[in-house]
């Protein structure tokens, strides 16, 4: 068992760049696929990114394409979202998920697949 450690958020301008990270203390860092995903009061939280164990393999949603980058790096058992041209509407807390699986290549894209979540960490992007 795991448990992700976000950390990283903060209040920025629209146009600024920002970068969060997330921790997971695990000797097999490799068997787990990544995810970023943000909530806002009121609303469902909704899929922003995932990258495979390798690291081969990532995904995007629309809203963010383009503009965020997801990494991760192996000897830090640490995953990034690096967010460029930030904008009002990305205001929200931001969530770091873990998958465990021996399917490194897989990139899961919806809540239900994964097992580990952290506390989240607020962004705030304001006009």
């Known amino acids: 068992q795991v448990q992700p450690v976000e950390s990283g958020g903060g209040l920025v301008q629209a146009g600024d760049s920002l970068r969060i990270s997330c921790e997971v203390s695990?000797?097999?860092?490799?068997?787990?696929?990544m995810g970023w995903f943000r909530q806002i009061p009121g609303k469902e939280r909704e899929f922003v990114a995932s990258?495979?164990?390798?690291?081969?393999?990532?995904i995007y949603a629309d809203a963010v394409k383009g503009r965020f980058t997801i990494s991760r790096d192996r000897a830090k058992m640490t995953v990034y979202l690096q967010m460029t041209s930030l904008k009002t509407e990305d205001t929200a807390v931001y969530y770091c998920?873990?998958?465990?699986?021996?399917?490194?290549?897989?990139?899961?894209?919806?809540?239900?697949?994964?097992?580990?979540w952290g506390q989240g960490t607020q962004v705030t992007v304001s006009s």
């Open positions: 990258i495979s164990g390798t690291g081969e393999n990532m």
């Open positions: 695990s000797p097999v860092f490799s068997n787990y696929a």
């Open positions: 998920a873990a998958k465990y699986t021996l399917r490194t290549i897989v990139t899961p894209t919806t809540l239900h697949e994964y097992d580990y």
